[in-house]
């Protein structure tokens, strides 16, 4: 405890040292300052105007300039090293390797049918080709619903339409432009056609995933149902298809690719290199943020909350002190800043070797996972005394009643070294299945859930400094919350014994080994290497360095089946 008395001392002084140091070197000015030049294409002015007024009144030191700009202007400022938000057809256009960009944004064109579709069940099951859409489009008048999912049934589609361009040109894209595109039922305006689509049982068109969403929750307006794309034409929605529940599922799967490319247009920034200007990067950084709600006031789709966490993370982590300039700071100053970072350092040190110390000291009562290169039921530590939760937490009451939980051995196995966690605060309230922490790897979230109810009484600090107790010690110096139970005795009842556990863990790997196998039937291969080729065992940390997208499918298919 002194030795960290000490290390915030001497880290508090450092700080004050190189604050007095930046005042006399700059003045002391902390905000951003300069001028940021953004060239857009002509669809996407009004958004980016938006963007930089908005971010401008939040900085009054930083000017930004947008430029409304043709194909060719876009490329010659882009080249110039100025940075450019673009469309996905002026990216395309692009046509440069060298290029650096990232999605900023999103807009995403749906199919949509009525509620009362007397079709509607056997239509979420079996889904819809793209080839079949394209031909209602081209002529909706030769396809009936019962065309579709290969019934008998000879109801007749009618297809509604409205002044939409961007729906206009994103159907245009699934037909190749090869196709003329159908009128089919024209009404004043999307309003008009949302309510046509919810009063007619034959109904189908297409829209903006913003202008059907219920600001009210995360689903469809009622009477309106997504149409299932059976994207890969095998005459049924799979597990891996199913993203039609609700928006947000929807969203997610549209961002790992499991909804067709054509009907869907990114929002990119893009420039020459990596931004590593700063103005430049925090301009872009709030784009990602705070800056996401102005694209549904535009039309457009935010995305998904992960997606911006791995976008995010493309920039790496900013460091916390600019280097100071040695021409600028007295030789005095220099000595005592020199002086008090070997003073810090070696306390660090220190620490940690006394860590270490009191670690194998306790080696008794620490369940340090030890990685075996295969991950199967005998790598999985399973202390007696624990309940375990059906989303891979645990919890433990203590003589005084408390209650300590964390995560299991088995998740740790999955995810590979936590780099960082987000916790809840002493004195908030959790409840059974809702939102307990969330533990990232590299900019790679998991969202785990709470096995009881009650009142967060206290937080394990060390794991803000140090998330990979998560896995060296996930059930003692690991432990995640103390919590005051509401409703203990009610909840253990829905909670695993050690032995009941260790009997589930069988279908857990079933299940495991089912997630990878539609991941690699799906992706023809590419992620393959997460079995053993012997017996087809899993490896350990299978999900390590696999990429966001497959987290997030993770997390959909595998934890949040569970709750």
């Not at 689903?219 to 095998?234: A, M, Q, S, T």
């Not at 859930?449 to 600090?461: D, K, L, M």
């Amino acid at each position: 405890m002194k030795t960290r008395i000490f290390l915030i001392v001497a880290f508090l002084l450092l700080n004050c040292l190189y604050s007095k140091s930046k005042e006399a070197s700059s003045g002391g000015s902390d905000s951003l300052s300069g001028s940021i030049n953004v060239t857009t294409s002509p669809e996407l002015y009004d958004l980016t105007m938006k963007w930089a007024n908005e971010y401008s009144r939040l900085n009054p030191t930083q000017k930004i300039t947008v430029s409304k700009a043709s194909e060719n202007t876009v490329s010659e400022i882009i080249s110039s090293g100025e940075l450019g938000i673009v469309s996905e057809e002026f990216y395309h256009k692009l046509n440069n390797s060298s290029t650096r960009s990232m999605v900023v944004g999103r807009d995403v064109i749906v199919p949509v049918m009525s509620s009362k579709n007397p079709l509607l069940n056997e239509i979420c099951l079996k889904g819809i080709t793209t080839k079949d859409l394209s031909q209602i489009i081209s002529n909706p008048e030769n396809k009936s619903w019962g065309d579709l999912i290969g019934g008998a049934q000879k109801t007749p589609i009618h297809f509604y339409t409205a002044n939409d361009q961007s729906a206009v040109s994103v159907l245009r894209s699934l037909q190749n432009l090869h196709q003329p595109f159908s009128t089919g039922i024209q009404t004043a305006g999307t309003a008009e056609m949302i309510l046509a689509i919810q009063n007619d049982p034959n109904a189908l068109g297409f829209f903006n995933l913003t202008q059907i969403a219920d600001p009210n929750n995360k689903n469809l307006l009622e009477g309106l149902r997504f149409v299932p794309i059976d994207k890969n034409g095998n005459g049924k929605i799979d597990y891996m298809e199913n993203i039609y529940t609700d928006i947000e599922s929807f969203s997610r799967g549209v961002w790992i690719g499991k909804y067709p490319k054509a009907l869907t247009s990114n929002i990119y920034s893009v420039s020459s290199s990596n931004p590593n200007n700063t103005s430049e990067v925090a301009f872009l950084k709030w784009v990602l943020t705070d800056g996401q709600s102005f694209l549904n006031e535009n039309g457009y789709s935010n995305l998904v909350y992960n997606e911006r966490l791995a976008q995010l993370g493309k920039f790496g982590q900013p460091d916390l002190y600019a280097t100071v300039p040695v021409e600028r700071t007295s030789s005095l100053l220099s000595v005592l800043l020199l002086i008090l970072v070997f003073i810090v350092i070696t306390g660090v040190v220190v620490e940690l070797v006394f860590r270490a110390f009191r670690k194998r000291s306790k080696a008794s009562h620490d369940f340090k996972p030890v990685s075996m290169g295969v991950f199967n039921e005998e790598s999985v530590i399973i202390p007696k005394g624990l309940y375990f939760g059906k989303t891979h937490s645990w919890a433990f009451m203590k003589k005084n009643g408390s209650v300590k939980i964390g995560i299991d051995d088995f998740l740790q196995h999955i995810t590979g070294t936590i780099t960082r966690v987000e916790l809840k605060r002493a004195g908030e309230t959790v409840k059974k299945g809702e939102l307990l922490m969330s533990i990232i790897r590299k900019g790679k979230l998991l969202n785990i859930y709470s096995p009881i109810s009650g009142t967060i009484t206290e937080v394990n600090e060390n794991l803000e400094y140090n998330s990979s107790l998560l896995n060296s010690s996930p059930y003692s110096e690991g432990w995640v919350y103390l919590i005051e139970p509401l409703n203990w005795g009610l909840e253990i009842q829905y909670l695993l014994i050690a032995e009941k556990y260790k009997e589930a863990l069988k279908d857990e790997f079933a299940r495991l080994k089912d997630f990878f196998t539609s991941l690699i039937k799906a992706n023809s291969l590419d992620f393959a290497y997460v079995t053993m080729q012997d017996g087809g065992e899993l490896t350990d940390n299978p999900l390590a360095e696999l990429e966001p997208e497959v987290w997030d499918d993770f997390q959909t298919k595998f934890i949040d089946a569970s709750k």
